[in-house]
């Protein structure tokens, strides 16, 4: 690796002993490596981070009630042990990603489970709600750095031919997780009570990360450089941070109306100068070409729709079930159709759907089914027994679709920046979540009684036929040239003859 930005192959080495393990990557075991079905093994030890970052996002809103008592806090604070994991986790997702590219994916990985794991332990022995919520932002630190860096692994571990599928091992974890955390939630604070929400973090954290030590490969190609600018993460921080926040208040996070106007011009003004600083800069944290016509902007837009779409109803079935008298738990019961279907299709699609189509028909077919999915919940009447076919229907689709916009946005970002990529992605994931629980409650707000979920309903269909629009657009480019590259200009002959930079087949550059 090399200071002005070159690829570097990782060359292989002895294996790390004593302080090299914290400082360097292990390869796997040779006896393994050379197995066909390695990559297998390795997609399925990131699986793991999968299943706990969605199990964690999904279950945590069940210990609002039992925080609330024993603490004796409001509603408004109690968010706070939500809100402040997700700011920190968006703010951090790209700066961890373009850490990683150049420090090793897989170590930064591990110390992300690491840190992950410690923290939840010590949520779960919070003494009060502040220091909860401090913990839940370092939670969030080893989130970023697991979730930067999950996609990268996936995709620089499969088989060129394999990464759809692989991708959709990935999907199908999440979808687990996001499945079984109503249940496992309610089921933990009705008996052993709240912390164990957390706890049960522990053992899972210390068996991935013991397997993830000897089965994830290492970092086949870093982005060298100095490292990090901490100005470009403060910008970064600050407009993502400052953009949720808006997006919050409209969900009953307790600020005046006027506040969101306010946050959403200090959004503008810092990502206005987070773009000039990109521009400015040979190392910088993010690529801004991959961004431009013809780069991944169309496939990260759809992604962000795709999650929006996901968590929308996660929120909706359950408001509306219980204004109608549904229990909690049955509600949790008919909501287990959106993501079961997730699982499934995230699964099976590869071995079902025609080998011919390529990724961008399975995102245009899953995008498709998400609009008619949602056109039946608009028109259909929202009783227990009516929504498991819409939803079942919704979670198919975005099965198909979310595997297939992933490979196509992942392809198109060159190998070294894989974990910046990565990164991306996971924003776009984080920021649809935010987006479709604050828009489908602003719209509750604003719409009150049985027609507010009508509109809520239309307002996801919009978001779909968005992302549909431009899943339709011009397809990504693979292997977009990154930035970090410099450019190389031929050197001209001055009458001294062919020099090497001038043989057939001659590098004109270090790689």
Not at 207 to 227: D, E, M
């Amino acid at each position: 690796m090399t200071g002005s930005g070159h690829l570097t192959p990782l060359p292989p080495g002895p294996i790390p002993r004593g302080w090299d393990l914290l400082t360097q990557e292990r390869p796997r075991p040779g006896r393994l490596r050379d197995r066909p079905w390695a990559w297998r093994l390795a997609v399925a030890t990131v699986c793991f981070g999968a299943f706990m970052g969605q199990l964690d996002a999904s279950i945590v809103t069940l210990t609002y009630q039992p925080l609330g008592t024993e603490f004796h806090a409001g509603p408004a604070a109690v968010e706070w042990v939500s809100l402040a994991y997700l700011l920190a986790l968006v703010a951090l997702l790209v700066p961890a990603g373009r850490f990683s590219d150049g420090h090793g994916r897989k170590l930064m990985y591990l110390y992300g489970f690491a840190v992950f794991t410690a923290a939840s332990a010590a949520c779960g022995l919070a003494p009060g709600l502040a220091a909860l919520v401090a913990f839940r932002v370092v939670q969030a630190l080893g989130a970023a750095l697991m979730q930067a860096n999950s996609v990268a692994l996936v995709t620089t571990s499969a088989p060129p031919g394999r990464m759809r599928s692989a991708l959709g091992m990935q999907a199908a974890g999440q979808a687990i997780g996001l499945a079984l955390g109503p249940t496992v939630g309610g089921a933990l604070v009705a008996t052993v009570g709240w912390r164990w929400v957390f706890l049960v973090n522990v053992p899972v954290g210390v068996f991935a990360l013991l397997a993830g030590h000897f089965l994830l490969p290492r970092t086949r190609q870093r982005c060298g450089g100095s490292g990090v600018d901490g100005y470009s993460v403060l910008l970064l921080a600050a407009a993502s941070a400052a953009a949720l926040l808006a997006l919050s208040v409209g969900s009953g996070l307790g600020l005046p109306l006027w506040t969101a106007a306010v946050l959403l011009a200090a959004a503008v003004a810092a990502g206005r100068a987070f773009v000039r600083r990109q521009s400015g800069r040979a190392e910088p944290l993010l690529d801004l070409s991959l961004l431009r016509p013809g780069g991944i902007a169309p496939g990260l837009f759809s992604g962000l729709c795709g999650y929006l779409i996901l968590f929308g109803p996660l929120v909706l079935v359950p408001v509306e079930l219980g204004r109608r008298g549904e229990s909690a738990l049955f509600a949790g019961l008919v909501l287990t159709a959106l993501p079961l279907g997730f699982a499934l299709a995230a699964t099976l699609a590869e071995r079902l759907l025609p080998s011919g189509w390529d990724d961008g028909v399975r995102s245009r077919l899953g995008m498709a089914g998400c609009v008619a999915a949602l056109a039946l919940m608009a028109v259909l009447p929202a009783t227990a027994p009516v929504l498991p076919l819409p939803l079942g229907l919704l979670g198919l689709s975005l099965g198909v679709f979310t595997p297939a916009n992933n490979t196509l946005v992942m392809r198109a970002v060159p190998p070294s920046a894989a974990g910046t990529g990565g990164g991306m992605v996971n924003m776009g994931r984080g920021v649809g979540t935010a987006l479709g629980v604050a828009a489908v409650t602003l719209t509750l707000h604003l719409v009150p009684g049985p027609d507010g979920t009508r509109a809520a309903v239309l307002v996801l269909l919009g978001f779909a036929l968005a992302a549909l629009a431009s899943c339709v657009g011009p397809r990504l480019r693979p292997r977009i040239r990154p930035r970090l590259r410099p450019r190389i200009r031929p050197r001209r002959d001055r009458g001294r003859g062919p020099g090497p930079s001038r043989l057939p087949g001659a590098r004109t550059g270090p790689t």
